[in-house]
Structures are given as structure tokens and as C-alpha cells.
């Protein structure tokens, strides 16, 4: 289930992609299939684990086209271990809610990213999160839960801010805010065969979408996106430096070759 959308954020074979809080790797997977040098990075080790295992088993199924490499890393989103401009595209999906430094986060992606590269930034939307918040304070108030929640303004300033230049934005996954909203009003901590019958009914039908994708629920999901989609995103790329601004800067050479792919 991807958030970014590639037809509103193209991806070239060979774009260095740096994913950053990858997660499960959802993103970096399909980075990866689209024949990128893609770095997974998130500072849960566990799921860096399970990260590197999938990658090896893409590339032994012959998943990933001649070219592609893919690299599963811990670290941390404010110390990246990466050169200045080293990756020409930077996506970090349902991660920025969580860190209290979100403008940390934001300098260390703009300064790893070349100029004229690209970003995407997907965080929870503010009214369907806001119902979240207002059903359960289990939902949010638990150790590395949300600490804010984004206005779509908000948020685009945020990256004005740290020199990026948004180009558009859109809302996804309109048919999962009901079933966090039935997961928050009948116990968050409910999973598996403790959670309430609402909630697996709801999820058994996510589960379905997931895999089957009939027409019906995705006309029905885009149609409900600009309404109660779950996530917003928000796309911008990283201008070049003024020519006055370079003119009398000292050559330098190229970092890229440095980062990890």
C-alpha cells in the first residue's frame, strides 16, 4: 500500500533514493522495482532486519531490474550519514509526526538532496488524525506516538521554510480513516482476535482491497481522498543556488560517489 503516488513523483532508473524512517520498506520496495539505488534508513533495527532479508529475496526473484541496488541501514533522520548531496530523490512517509525535531529532520533531508532533486513528504491529515486524538488518548499518548498533528499549511511552510519548493499535494487512503477511527472507539490496543467485531470486519475488508483492488473501492477511495483521505503528501523539489551565489564559491567534488547504494 503505497502513500506517494510515482505518477505525480516520477522515479528514473538510477535516481539515488534515500528512504528515510523506511519502516516495513513499502516505499523502498517499489523504489527498488523501478530499477533506483535506493537506501532504506530507519533507526529500528528490527525492521532493518526484515528490510535487508526482502531485498535479497527481490533480487533472487529477479524483481528489481539490472542496475537497481538497494541497501537496508539503521541510523538517525537528525545525523544522516550521508555527503551533501548525495541522493536525487528523498521520501519520508508517516514518519515526521513522530520526531519532536521536525525542522531538524527537514534540514538534514534538504542538505543530503542535490539541487534540482525531488521530495515527498506524507504525514497524517489533520481531520481524520484530529478524531483519532479526540476518540483516544491511547492512540497518541504512548511512547514514540504522534506528538503533533500537521495543518496542510502548516506543514508546506515548514518546507518553504527549509528552503524547499513545494509543486503539489494530494490525500490518500480515504477508506482506512474509518477503521482507525473504530480501532480508537473500541480500544487501540485491541489487535488480532481481541479486537472488536467492527474493527476485524472493517480490517478484513482492507485486506481484501489490499489484494484484490476492485474497481469499486478505488473509485470509491478517490472520490472520498479529498474528503477524509488518511494521509496528506506533499511533493517539492530543492531549487539550484543562484548563479550570484556560486560564482565565487570554490570548486568541489562531486560527494555522490560516496553514498551508499
Not at 527549509?162 to 477508506?175: C, F, N, Q, S
Not at 482491497?209 to 478505488?218: E, F
Not at 477511495?221 to 511533493?235: D, I, R
Request: charged share 25%; with cysteine; hydrophobic share 45%.
Amino acid at each position: 500500500m503505497l502513500t506517494v503516488d510515482f505518477t505525480r513523483f516520477p522515479l528514473a532508473a538510477g535516481d539515488r533514493v534515500l528512504d528515510l524512517g523506511c519502516g516495513a520498506g513499502r516505499h523502498a520496495f517499489e523504489c527498488y522495482r523501478r530499477g533506483a539505488q535506493v537506501v532504506a534508513l530507519d533507526r529500528n533495527g528490527e525492521e532493518i532486519r526484515e528490510v535487508a532479508k526482502w531485498f535479497a529475496a527481490m533480487k533472487e526473484a529477479g524483481e528489481a531490474p539490472e542496475g537497481a541496488t538497494a541497501t537496508a541501514m539503521e541510523g538517525d533522520a537528525l545525523n544522516l550519514p550521508f555527503p551533501d548531496a548525495s541522493f536525487d530523490v528523498v521520501i519520508i512517509s508517516e514518519v515526521m509526526e513522530h520526531i519532536p525535531d521536525d525542522k531538524g529532520v527537514l534540514a538534514e533531508m534538504v542538505r543530503v538532496l542535490r539541487p534540482g532533486g525531488r521530495i515527498a513528504i506524507t504525514v497524517p491529515r489533520y481531520g481524520p488524525e484530529k478524531v483519532c486524538w479526540t476518540l483516544s488518548d491511547a492512540y497518541h499518548e504512548v511512547e514514540g506516538g504522534h506528538i503533533r498533528i500537521y495543518k496542510a499549511d502548516e506543514l508546506l511552510g515548514r518546507m518553504r521554510g527549509a528552503g524547499l519548493k513545494p509543486y503539489g499535494t494530494h490525500h490518500a487512503h480515504a477508506l482506512h480513516s474509518p477503521y482507525w477511527w473504530l480501532k480508537c472507539a473500541f480500544g487501540v490496543g485491541r489487535d488480532g482476535k481481541d479486537a472488536a467485531l467492527p474493527v476485524r470486519a472493517y480490517h478484513k475488508l482492507l485486506v481484501w482491497d489490499i489484494m484484490k483492488k476492485p474497481m469499486a473501492t478505488r473509485v470509491a477511495e478517490q472520490l472520498l481522498n479529498p474528503v477524509v483521505g488518511k494521509s496528506f503528501v506533499a511533493y517539492a523539489t530543492k531549487p539550484h543556488l543562484p548563479a550570484a551565489m556560486t560564482t565565487d564559491a570554490p570548486a568541489k567534488a562531486d560527494d555522490s560517489a560516496g553514498a551508499p547504494a
